[in-house]
């Protein structure tokens, strides 16, 4: 299996929601990633993940919280988000965080908050 | 500083060659990518090369990086209409928390 997948690959929610994104790799990746991507912009860091923990976090408030149960899985929940952080929310994953961050992207999840 | 500069349109006869440029301002990156985003989709890892290389071919696609004068272009041979799409240049400083810094994005446009 060589590839990143996310579900849901659409997601409507109102600013009271709570949901949460899934992502999966079974490449023995160590290094997971959640990016932001608003249209016609380039992707935007939001966590990096190293052997489970959480390594980075790029000062993205608090409405939301990764969690990563084991080295395959990666989750993003969701709460209280404002119409603003609509966009495409994308997972990545790699050998390591180090060595030739050589990422490999999901289709990613289409955010719409009303 | 980090900072990625890519031009962001190029418009192409099919057939023809693609020439995307992209210059970058830290010298000690480690490697350099390329991606392709189509409509609605994620990004797709076509490329990379390492700092200590000069070129890279695979298949219809060349990498030329110029260190000096820190600038990388993707060649894309006999272009095709699927090859339309938004390409990013990315550069990764490396270390143990490293991560890709993207330019903006080139939208490539093949013509029939």
């Known amino acids: 299996d060589t590839e990143v997948t996310q579900t849901p690959k659409h997601l409507v929610m109102g600013m009271t929601n709570k949901k949460s994104l899934k992502c999966e790799q079974h490449?023995?990746?160590?290094?997971m990633y959640w990016y932001k991507q608003k249209a016609k912009k380039p992707p935007e860091l939001m966590f990096v993940?190293?052997?489970?923990?959480?390594?980075i976090n790029e000062s993205v408030p608090s409405r939301f919280s990764p969690e990563c149960p084991n080295s395959s899985l990666l989750n993003l929940h969701l709460h209280a988000l404002q119409p603003e952080d609509s966009a495409l929310y994308l997972c990545?994953?790699?050998?390591?965080?180090?060595?030739?961050?050589?990422?490999?992207f999901g289709p990613g999840t289409r955010l719409t908050v009303l | 500083g980090e900072d990625v500069e890519q031009s962001l349109f190029l418009s192409v006869r099919e057939g023809d060659s693609s020439v995307i440029n992209c210059t970058y301002t830290?010298?000690?990156?480690?490697?350099l990518y390329w991606y392709k985003q189509e409509p609605g989709a994620g990004l797709q890892l076509l490329t990379y090369?390492?700092?200590?290389?000069d070129m890279k071919q695979d298949q219809r696609l060349t990498v030329l990086l110029n260190k000096k004068d820190k600038h990388l272009s993707l060649r894309i041979a006999d272009t095709q209409t699927g090859d339309s799409a938004i390409y990013f240049c990315?550069?990764?400083?490396?270390?143990?928390?490293?991560?890709?810094?993207f330019g903006k994005g080139t939208k490539l446009s093949v013509k029939p």
């Open positions: 990545a994953s790699s050998p390591t965080s180090g060595g030739a961050g050589e990422q490999f």
């Open positions: 490449m023995g990746h160590r290094a």
């Open positions: 993940y190293s052997y489970e923990k959480l390594s």
């Open positions: 830290d010298s000690s990156s480690t490697y």
């Open positions: 090369i390492f700092s200590n290389m």
């Open positions: 990315a550069e990764y400083h490396g270390g143990s928390q490293g991560n890709l810094i």
